[in-house]
Protein backbone atom coordinates (compact mmCIF):
# COMPACT_ATOMS: atom_id res chain seq x y z
CA UNK A 1 0.00 0.00 0.00
CA UNK A 2 2.78 2.65 1.32
CA UNK A 3 4.82 1.64 -2.31
CA UNK A 4 1.39 2.60 -4.23
CA UNK A 5 1.51 5.63 -2.60
CA UNK A 6 5.08 6.78 -3.20
CA UNK A 7 4.47 5.64 -7.43
CA UNK A 8 0.99 8.07 -7.44
CA UNK A 9 2.78 10.84 -5.43
CA UNK A 10 5.82 10.66 -7.95
CA UNK A 11 3.81 10.17 -11.04
CA UNK A 12 2.94 14.04 -10.59
CA UNK A 13 6.89 14.68 -10.01
CA UNK A 14 6.97 12.59 -13.99
CA UNK A 15 4.13 14.35 -15.23
CA UNK A 16 6.39 17.28 -14.88
CA UNK A 17 9.45 16.33 -16.20
CA UNK A 18 7.42 14.70 -18.88
CA UNK A 19 5.82 18.22 -20.04
CA UNK A 20 9.24 20.18 -19.12
CA UNK A 21 10.99 17.77 -21.82
CA UNK A 22 8.83 18.32 -24.28
CA UNK A 23 9.06 22.27 -24.36
CA UNK A 24 12.79 21.80 -24.60
CA UNK A 25 12.03 19.90 -27.57
CA UNK A 26 9.90 22.34 -28.73
CA UNK A 27 12.76 24.95 -28.35
CA UNK A 28 15.29 23.60 -30.19
CA UNK A 29 12.78 22.78 -33.21
CA UNK A 30 14.67 23.90 -36.75
CA UNK A 31 12.15 26.70 -37.28
CA UNK A 32 9.87 27.01 -33.85
CA UNK A 33 7.10 29.37 -33.97
CA UNK A 34 7.56 32.54 -31.63
CA UNK A 35 4.96 30.46 -28.83
CA UNK A 36 7.20 27.40 -29.11
CA UNK A 37 10.36 29.82 -27.94
CA UNK A 38 8.68 31.41 -25.45
CA UNK A 39 6.60 29.14 -23.93
CA UNK A 40 4.29 29.72 -20.93
CA UNK A 41 6.11 28.02 -18.21
CA UNK A 42 3.12 27.97 -15.44
CA UNK A 43 3.03 24.27 -15.30
CA UNK A 44 6.48 23.38 -15.11
CA UNK A 45 7.58 25.96 -12.56
CA UNK A 46 4.47 24.46 -10.59
CA UNK A 47 5.66 24.92 -6.49
CA UNK A 48 3.61 22.18 -5.66
CA UNK A 49 5.14 19.89 -8.32
CA UNK A 50 8.79 21.18 -8.04
CA UNK A 51 8.60 20.38 -3.92
CA UNK A 52 7.50 17.64 -4.41
CA UNK A 53 10.25 17.00 -7.26
CA UNK A 54 12.93 18.20 -4.59
CA UNK A 55 11.26 16.73 -1.34
CA UNK A 56 14.52 14.03 -0.29
CA UNK A 57 12.42 11.91 1.96
CA UNK A 58 10.16 10.50 -1.81
CA UNK A 59 13.63 10.48 -3.61
CA UNK A 60 15.22 8.25 -0.96
CA UNK A 61 12.33 6.22 -0.58
CA UNK A 62 11.69 5.47 -4.16
CA UNK A 63 15.20 4.93 -4.56
CA UNK A 64 15.72 2.54 -1.96
CA UNK A 65 12.30 0.67 -2.81
CA UNK A 66 13.60 0.81 -6.54
CA UNK A 67 10.22 1.64 -7.62
CA UNK A 68 11.44 2.67 -10.95
CA UNK A 69 8.24 1.75 -12.71
CA UNK A 70 7.31 5.10 -14.41
CA UNK A 71 10.91 4.99 -16.40
CA UNK A 72 9.94 1.24 -17.38
CA UNK A 73 6.51 2.27 -18.41
CA UNK A 74 6.61 6.12 -19.17
CA UNK A 75 3.84 5.98 -21.67
CA UNK A 76 1.49 6.62 -18.98
CA UNK A 77 3.18 9.79 -17.84
CA UNK A 78 2.23 10.30 -21.58
CA UNK A 79 -1.23 9.75 -21.74
CA UNK A 80 -2.43 11.61 -18.43
CA UNK A 81 0.03 14.44 -19.52
CA UNK A 82 -1.96 14.76 -23.16
CA UNK A 83 -5.33 14.54 -20.46
CA UNK A 84 -4.00 16.87 -18.83
CA UNK A 85 -3.26 19.36 -21.75
CA UNK A 86 -6.71 18.92 -22.87
CA UNK A 87 -8.69 19.71 -19.85
CA UNK A 88 -10.48 22.57 -19.20
CA UNK A 89 -9.06 22.95 -15.73
CA UNK A 90 -5.30 23.11 -17.33
CA UNK A 91 -6.41 25.39 -19.85
CA UNK A 92 -8.23 27.78 -17.43
CA UNK A 93 -4.82 27.20 -15.38
CA UNK A 94 -2.64 28.21 -18.45
CA UNK A 95 -4.42 31.06 -19.10
CA UNK A 96 -2.29 33.41 -17.07
CA UNK A 97 1.61 33.46 -16.89
CA UNK A 98 1.88 33.69 -13.20
CA UNK A 99 0.64 32.05 -9.91
CA UNK A 100 0.32 32.30 -6.37
CA UNK A 101 1.16 28.75 -4.22
CA UNK A 102 -2.71 28.56 -3.49
CA UNK A 103 -3.61 28.78 -6.95
CA UNK A 104 -0.90 25.75 -7.99
CA UNK A 105 -1.79 24.38 -4.96
CA UNK A 106 -5.50 24.10 -6.19
CA UNK A 107 -5.17 23.14 -9.50
CA UNK A 108 -2.48 19.78 -8.87
CA UNK A 109 -5.90 18.62 -6.34
CA UNK A 110 -8.22 19.50 -9.13
CA UNK A 111 -6.16 17.58 -11.64
CA UNK A 112 -5.45 14.40 -9.35
CA UNK A 113 -8.85 14.22 -8.65
CA UNK A 114 -10.91 14.86 -11.93
CA UNK A 115 -8.19 13.28 -14.10
CA UNK A 116 -5.64 10.85 -12.66
CA UNK A 117 -7.23 9.46 -10.19
CA UNK A 118 -10.15 8.46 -12.32
CA UNK A 119 -8.09 7.61 -15.83
CA UNK A 120 -9.02 4.07 -16.49
CA UNK A 121 -5.89 3.05 -18.01
CA UNK A 122 -3.58 3.97 -15.02
CA UNK A 123 -6.33 1.45 -13.16
CA UNK A 124 -5.74 -0.97 -15.68
CA UNK A 125 -1.98 -0.69 -15.19
CA UNK A 126 -2.07 -0.39 -11.35
CA UNK A 127 -3.92 -3.77 -11.43
CA UNK A 128 -1.98 -5.68 -13.34
CA UNK A 129 1.02 -4.20 -11.87
CA UNK A 130 -0.18 -6.11 -8.29
CA UNK A 131 -3.68 -7.27 -8.11
CA UNK A 132 -4.28 -5.99 -4.48
CA UNK A 133 -3.41 -2.64 -5.21
CA UNK A 134 -7.00 -2.21 -6.69
CA UNK A 135 -8.74 -2.44 -2.76
CA UNK A 136 -5.24 -0.33 -1.67
CA UNK A 137 -5.89 2.53 -4.42
CA UNK A 138 -9.25 4.76 -3.25
CA UNK A 139 -7.59 4.74 0.49
CA UNK A 140 -4.06 6.00 -1.35
CA UNK A 141 -5.45 8.33 -3.34
CA UNK A 142 -7.41 9.99 -0.37
CA UNK A 143 -3.97 10.04 1.26
CA UNK A 144 -2.81 12.17 -1.48
CA UNK A 145 -5.47 14.21 -1.52
CA UNK A 146 -4.91 14.60 2.67
CA UNK A 147 -1.31 15.62 1.96
CA UNK A 148 -1.76 17.95 -0.79
CA UNK A 149 -3.81 19.95 1.28
CA UNK A 150 -1.71 20.14 4.02
CA UNK A 151 1.07 21.58 2.16
CA UNK A 152 2.51 25.05 2.53
CA UNK A 153 4.62 27.02 0.71
CA UNK A 154 7.02 27.47 3.68
CA UNK A 155 7.64 23.83 3.29
CA UNK A 156 11.47 22.86 1.98
CA UNK A 157 12.75 19.74 0.38
CA UNK A 158 12.82 18.70 3.78
CA UNK A 159 9.11 18.24 4.29
CA UNK A 160 8.01 14.55 5.69
CA UNK A 161 5.91 12.11 3.77
CA UNK A 162 2.95 10.55 5.46
CA UNK A 163 3.80 7.32 7.18
CA UNK A 164 2.04 3.97 6.37
CA UNK A 165 0.68 3.49 10.23
CA UNK A 166 -1.31 6.04 12.30
CA UNK A 167 0.89 5.36 15.12
CA UNK A 168 2.82 3.17 17.38
CA UNK A 169 -0.30 1.37 18.35
CA UNK A 170 -1.89 0.57 15.17
CA UNK A 171 1.16 -0.68 13.68
CA UNK A 172 1.66 -3.06 16.70
CA UNK A 173 -1.94 -4.55 16.48
CA UNK A 174 -1.85 -5.24 12.59
CA UNK A 175 1.90 -7.21 13.78
CA UNK A 176 -0.04 -8.78 16.69
CA UNK A 177 -3.51 -10.22 14.90
CA UNK A 178 -1.36 -11.45 11.81
CA UNK A 179 1.46 -13.31 14.63
CA UNK A 180 -0.70 -14.46 16.90
CA UNK A 181 -3.89 -15.84 14.45
CA UNK A 182 -1.17 -17.50 12.81
CA UNK A 183 0.15 -18.93 15.77
CA UNK A 184 -2.98 -20.17 16.98
CA UNK A 185 -4.32 -21.35 13.33
CA UNK A 186 -4.63 -25.00 14.36
CA UNK A 187 -6.38 -24.70 17.59
CA UNK A 188 -8.99 -21.76 16.19
CA UNK A 189 -9.75 -24.27 13.27
CA UNK A 190 -10.80 -27.01 15.24
CA UNK A 191 -13.03 -24.52 16.91
CA UNK A 192 -14.93 -24.10 13.35
CA UNK A 193 -15.25 -27.70 13.71
CA UNK A 194 -18.50 -29.12 14.82
CA UNK A 195 -19.85 -25.76 14.73
CA UNK A 196 -20.92 -25.99 11.03
CA UNK A 197 -22.75 -28.80 10.60
CA UNK A 198 -24.25 -28.70 7.22
CA UNK A 199 -20.16 -27.55 6.20
CA UNK A 200 -17.51 -29.68 5.53
CA UNK A 201 -14.64 -28.12 5.88
CA UNK A 202 -13.48 -28.45 2.31
CA UNK A 203 -16.66 -26.55 1.39
CA UNK A 204 -15.84 -23.11 3.95
CA UNK A 205 -13.93 -20.61 1.73
CA UNK A 206 -10.47 -20.13 2.60
CA UNK A 207 -11.07 -16.38 2.82
CA UNK A 208 -13.75 -17.28 5.64
CA UNK A 209 -12.05 -19.59 7.61
CA UNK A 210 -9.29 -16.37 7.90
CA UNK A 211 -11.77 -14.07 8.63
CA UNK A 212 -13.39 -16.24 11.49
CA UNK A 213 -9.85 -17.30 12.94
CA UNK A 214 -9.12 -13.60 12.80
CA UNK A 215 -12.44 -13.36 14.99
CA UNK A 216 -11.48 -15.51 17.46
CA UNK A 217 -8.34 -14.19 17.92
CA UNK A 218 -9.83 -11.09 18.85
CA UNK A 219 -12.42 -12.88 21.23
CA UNK A 220 -9.62 -14.34 23.07
CA UNK A 221 -6.26 -12.47 22.82
CA UNK A 222 -7.27 -8.69 22.59
CA UNK A 223 -9.12 -8.01 25.98
CA UNK A 224 -10.16 -3.87 25.05
CA UNK A 225 -11.78 -5.06 21.73
CA UNK A 226 -15.70 -5.60 21.99
CA UNK A 227 -17.04 -8.53 21.03
CA UNK A 228 -19.81 -6.29 18.89
CA UNK A 229 -17.06 -4.93 16.99
CA UNK A 230 -15.18 -7.43 16.30
CA UNK A 231 -17.94 -8.83 14.58
CA UNK A 232 -19.17 -6.12 13.01
CA UNK A 233 -15.70 -5.24 11.49
CA UNK A 234 -15.09 -8.81 10.01
CA UNK A 235 -18.74 -8.99 8.59
CA UNK A 236 -17.83 -5.84 6.49
CA UNK A 237 -14.23 -7.39 5.42
CA UNK A 238 -16.34 -10.50 4.26
CA UNK A 239 -18.68 -8.42 2.11
CA UNK A 240 -16.02 -6.20 0.93
CA UNK A 241 -13.99 -9.33 -0.14
CA UNK A 242 -15.34 -13.16 0.10
CA UNK A 243 -18.87 -14.54 -1.27
CA UNK A 244 -22.29 -13.00 -1.31
CA UNK A 245 -23.74 -15.23 1.38
CA UNK A 246 -20.40 -15.25 3.16
CA UNK A 247 -21.50 -12.31 6.38
CA UNK A 248 -24.01 -14.43 6.86
CA UNK A 249 -22.68 -17.71 7.65
CA UNK A 250 -19.59 -16.17 9.08
CA UNK A 251 -22.25 -13.91 11.62
CA UNK A 252 -23.84 -17.63 12.44
CA UNK A 253 -20.43 -18.87 13.40
CA UNK A 254 -19.10 -15.85 15.12
CA UNK A 255 -22.14 -15.29 17.22
CA UNK A 256 -22.33 -18.98 18.13
CA UNK A 257 -18.70 -19.06 19.47
CA UNK A 258 -18.70 -15.88 21.31
CA UNK A 259 -22.30 -16.91 23.44
CA UNK A 260 -20.33 -20.56 23.92
CA UNK A 261 -17.31 -18.96 24.86
CA UNK A 262 -19.51 -16.42 27.18
CA UNK A 263 -20.97 -19.16 28.95
CA UNK A 264 -17.72 -21.13 29.34
CA UNK A 265 -15.71 -18.33 30.77
CA UNK A 266 -13.34 -18.48 27.64
CA UNK A 267 -14.05 -14.67 26.42
CA UNK A 268 -11.23 -12.96 27.83
CA UNK A 269 -12.39 -9.26 27.76
CA UNK A 270 -11.77 -6.10 30.21
CA UNK A 271 -13.96 -2.88 31.10
CA UNK A 272 -17.44 -2.43 30.91
CA UNK A 273 -19.66 -3.00 28.03
CA UNK A 274 -16.98 -5.31 26.28
CA UNK A 275 -19.04 -8.49 26.57
Not at 30 to 36: C, D
Request: proline share 3%.
Amino acid sequence: MYELFLINLQLLVEIRKHAADLLDISKKKYLPTSEEKNPNTKFINNEVLLLLEKNILLKEEMDKKRLNCWELDGEYVAILWKEIRESDQYKSYMSTKFSAFREDKDFIIEIFKEIIAPNEKLYDYIEDKKLTWVDDLPLVNTSIIKMLRKLKESHTENMSLPKLYKDVEDKKFAIDIFKKTTLNGVEFTKEIDGRTPNWDQDRIAELDKAIIKMAICEFVKFPSIPVKVTINEYLEIAKEYSTPKSSIFINGILDKISKEYKENGKLNKVGRGLM
